[in-house]
């Protein structure tokens, strides 16, 4: 197996094992369907969160997801009531979401390494091109208010 | 018994959640400062104090480690015990900050027992109380 390869497979089963704990243990979110790797979701449709973050590996951690879900997350994480969340609750959360499935992933992915993380940056329904590469590896979780996409994606290992 | 807590978070959707699930955890609070930094935290407890310290690592202006060194230099403060609650869940950040005496660092994702735990070793006479008697 090559040493790219290996990366990347590395960095997914970090992704796998972080996105369903995360989800679970903070947002009470159970998965309605196992992950799947792969796809190419339609981002000018969805709500998008990324950090990026750098040290022992760099690279940076993106996710998007449509608005029923960034919603129904982010009245579970603030103990909303159904449709009462405003744009501004929904970005912190899908960053503070971001922010945390990125932190279980880099501990599993490296956990000797040493790591600096920037602060999330969120768009809903319409994000920028700085948020979103054309070359992620795109993990698929389903849920019943829909899919969220993840991509973990360090970038090189000093 | 209550106690009073400082949540130090960035984030006033955190210090939400975290709030929140110390009551859900079944730990009776009194008064709960909040701060969005570590200096925002010091210059609230400069003529205050509270029973525990619960704060994030990464925050703008003053992160966790340095609110955590001016506490360990500060004899009005030294003692309180303060818990970490963070994303980063690499050994050299856990270590590092076990070397400044925080009394426990709580990695996200976390539950709300794993939390009041953590708070009970901090704090030895905060007891959780259980469903049953929280609804009695």
Known sequence: MSPEISVQNSAADACLAAVPEVLEMMFFESMAEAPEIGGSPRLELLDVSRVDFEGSARGYLVLAAPSAL?????????????????????????????????????????????????????????????????????????????????GFQPEATQ | MQKDVMIVDDSPAMRSFIRRTVLIGGLEMGRCLE???????????????????????NMPVMDGEQLVRNLRGDERLSRVPVIVISTDSTRNRILSLQALGVHGYLCKPFTPERLAQMLCTAVPDWQAQGIEERYQ
């Open chain 1, 70 to 150: 960034s919603k129904s997350l982010t009245e579970a994480f603030l103990a909303l009531e159904l449709r009462q969340s405003a744009p501004s609750d929904v970005e912190f959360v899908l960053g503070e979401l971001a922010n945390m499935v990125c932190g279980g992933a880099l501990g599993r992915y490296q956990p000797d390494g040493s790591f600096r993380v920037s602060t999330p940056a969120t768009r809903l329904e319409r994000p920028s091109a700085e948020l979103t590469t054309s070359n992620v590896s795109w993990i698929r979780f389903s849920f019943y208010d829909g899919p969220l996409f993840v």
């Open chain 2, 35 to 57: 701060a969005g930094n570590g200096l925002e935290a010091l210059t609230l407890l400069r003529n205050d104090t509270v029973d525990v310290i619960l704060t994030d690592f």
